[in-house]
């Protein structure tokens, strides 16, 4: 069976409302043969990453990047999960196989900085980005929240067998 992994960081219900809209549409009825497997961002480790097939990532925008706890994420299963690091110890283009990830970000007033650092460092991941990157600004819609649960949705499409 097909394993999506869900890594997010949630402190507000903003931030709430769009993640439990992307599970749910991940959970989606007419998705099967998909298991969803749902992690806090500090809690998400390296076997949790080399044990899923697709990814799903969830953060706040804060201070113009992405949450610190994605960061620690990102920070404890870099090399692990097969992050590239060109001879000078930055980020490089990741070889290999290519698992497909999502990404949604909410900010109060500008998601630019957390959007660009979450992508600096999934190019070196062995992950292809499979879906536009959601971007909600101020309060979360209903329009936020379904575009919320279509991300989900498409992400564990694209892992059933």
Known sequence: MASLLVVHHTPTAS?????DAAIAGAHDDAIVGVEVVVRPALEATAADVLAADGY????????????GALKHFFDTIFLEA??????DGSASAATGGKKPFGLWVHGRYDTTGAVRSVLS???ALPWVQAADVLEVLGEVTESDTAKAYELGGTL??????
């Open 15 to 19: 931030v709430r409302a769009l993640t």
């Open 56 to 67: 799903l990532l969830g953060t706040p925008a804060n201070f113009g990047y992405m949450s």
């Open 82 to 87: 097969g992050g590239a690091l060109s001879d």
């Open 121 to 123: 460092i999934v190019q």
């Open 156 to 161: 564990a499409a694209l892992l059933m067998e």
